[in-house]
């Protein structure tokens, strides 16, 4: 599988918005970005539970990997209360 990486290695503020436009922006199924280390646990909680994205974290030479992977859709809305 495919995925694009992104060096964000040396930013350290304004993360979670930089890393936010490129996923709103990009057509991949899997983004990785490489970010600073010992700054993972302040960067995973700027995203909650991820939303349209499915987030791991990885170790790796020198920095830490975040991986988002692009969510299937649902086929149903479980809870659609309209037609409820």
């Given at each position: 599988m495919y995925s694009k990486i992104?060096?964000?290695?040396?930013?350290?503020c304004g993360l979670v918005p930089i890393i936010v436009n490129h996923l709103?922006?990009?057509?991949d199924?899997?983004?990785?970005?490489q970010i600073h280390?010992?700054?993972?646990?302040?960067?995973?909680?700027?995203?909650?539970?991820g939303g349209n994205w499915?987030?791991?974290?990885r170790d790796d030479l020198g920095c830490d990997r975040l991986?988002?992977?692009?969510?299937?859709?649902?086929d149903e809305d479980r809870?659609?209360?309209v037609e409820y």
């Open positions: 992104v060096d964000l290695k040396a930013v350290t709103d922006t990009s057509s199924e899997v983004v990785e970005f280390l010992g700054i993972r646990e302040e960067i995973l909680s700027g995203f909650g539970s499915k987030i791991e974290v991986r988002f992977t692009r969510r299937k859709p649902a809870l659609n209360i």
